[in-house]
């Protein structure tokens, strides 16, 4: 079984897939692919010093992740130049890590945890999509006090991201985390349980 887990900022998506590995699933982390995918020497390195220059490589011949965000931020069409070139190369180690964990162990729940796994089309990686969901608020509330900024730079990832009712739309389990940590785990624990009953 392989589950996606998306969800929005603040929103307890790492929270439970840290639970979830608790419980014995073998998590992907598609930010961590992320940074992987245009490491020194990959094909997806050459090409985003194509696409945004040879200033970005830093003087150990790896991209220069802040310098880059600068140019693909300051530029209108940068940030789907990058992900048309990123989002590719993390669905293949995704896809490859997914394969080799089923391998090793064919009954494993495999999470793949992904803020953009709807954005970048990954639903064909997984069996079903579970998304955590918080009101705008709470998560405006909650990721400037873990982050240390302003709410209106929390208001602005917000809405460069698609809204809750996008996911929802996409989810086989919904997840609210507006509430305390105790209810998430009790609505984890839940989900959780159901799941053992739909693969056994």
């Known amino acids: 079984m392989i589950i ?16 979830l590995k608790t419980r014995g699933a073998f998590v992907i982390d598609a930010d961590k692919l992320g940074h992987q995918a245009y490491a020194k020497g990959s094909d997806a390195f050459h090409k985003v010093v194509a696409q945004f220059g040879e200033d970005i490589v830093t003087d150990d011949g790896e991209i220069d992740r802040r310098a880059l965000g600068a140019k693909v931020f300051a530029d209108g069409g940068g940030l789907k130049q990058l992900t048309d070139i990123v989002w590719p190369a993390i669905y293949d180690m995704a896809a490859e890590q997914i394969q080799q964990s089923l391998k090793a162990a064919p009954e494993t729940v495999v999470v793949l945890e992904a803020a953009v796994l709807i954005e970048a089309g990954w639903q064909q990686l997984v069996d079903e999509i579970w998304v955590t969901t918080v009101e ?10 873990r982050d240390g900024v302003d709410a209106a730079s929390v208001q602005a990832r917000i809405d460069a991201q698609i809204s809750n009712a996008d996911r929802t739309a996409a989810a086989t389990v919904i997840i609210d985390n507006s509430a305390d940590a105790t209810q998430l785990m009790q609505q984890l624990e839940t989900h959780w349980q159901n799941l053992q009953e739909r693969c056994s």
């Open 4 to 19: 996606g887990l998306t969800g929005g900022i603040a929103s307890g998506k790492s929270t439970v897939a840290q639970a």
């Open 136 to 145: 705008p608020a709470v998560a405006i509330e909650r990721a400037s006090a």
